[in-house]
């Protein structure tokens, strides 16, 4: 009988599981969008959540944190995800099926995401980027910085053709199996 037993398996030991979990949360932390399978999805969805609520803490929860994601992101959990989600009382990630399964195992696959996209710098000027040729962008230190914009100006290279190397000649089949039978009767 399964009474009192939480979580999933995935055949996998205790420290081979919690190795999983942590890299495919720093994977998320990271690339802040993973595809993954949707039980391990699953899984990691409560632990995503929890890391967000320790980051909102600042530097009391680092240790925490330490423990479920690997060192380096942390900096990234505190100063960049946490205040994304500080209007948000929990749902920071969301899952998102995969209509196509996976070629190996046929395991359903899904993306996890966080819930809020990224802050992304705005551009003055028109929104379309080919008709811009210079563009001035708005750096975090007020200072203004010009950006060429080389897709109106790039023109179509010329690809340098590669000729095959020459072929080396086999010996036909039928030259060989000449060859053959004319040995074997000699000898």
Do not use: C
């Not at 999805?41 to 423990?67: F, H, N, P, Q, V």
Request: net charge positive; proline share 4%.
């Amino acid at each position: 009988m399964k009474k009192r037993i939480f979580g999933r398996k995935f055949k996998r030991d205790a420290n081979e599981r919690k190795a999983l979990f942590k890299n495919l949360l720093t994977s998320l932390v990271i690339h802040e969008r993973i595809r993954t399978s949707e039980a391990k999805a699953k899984a990691i969805k409560s632990s995503a959540d929890k890391l967000i609520t320790s980051a909102k803490k600042g530097k009391a929860g680092t240790r925490a944190l330490e423990s479920k994601v690997n060192g380096t992101v942390v900096p990234k959990l505190i100063n960049d995800l946490a205040p994304r989600f500080a209007k948000r009382n929990g749902g920071y990630t969301r899952i998102v099926k995969v209509g196509k399964k996976r070629v190996a195992d046929n395991a359903s696959m899904a993306f996890i995401e966080w819930t809020e996209k990224k802050l992304e710098s705005k551009v003055e000027g028109s929104e379309s980027s080919r008709e811009i040729t210079k563009k001035t962008v708005k750096t975090p230190a007020k200072k203004s910085v010009k950006v060429e914009n080389k897709s109106a100006k790039t023109k179509a290279k010329k690809i340098p053709v590669v000729k095959p190397a020459p072929k080396k000649e086999q010996p036909k089949k039928d030259n060989l199996f000449k060859q053959i039978f004319s040995r074997q009767k000699k000898g």
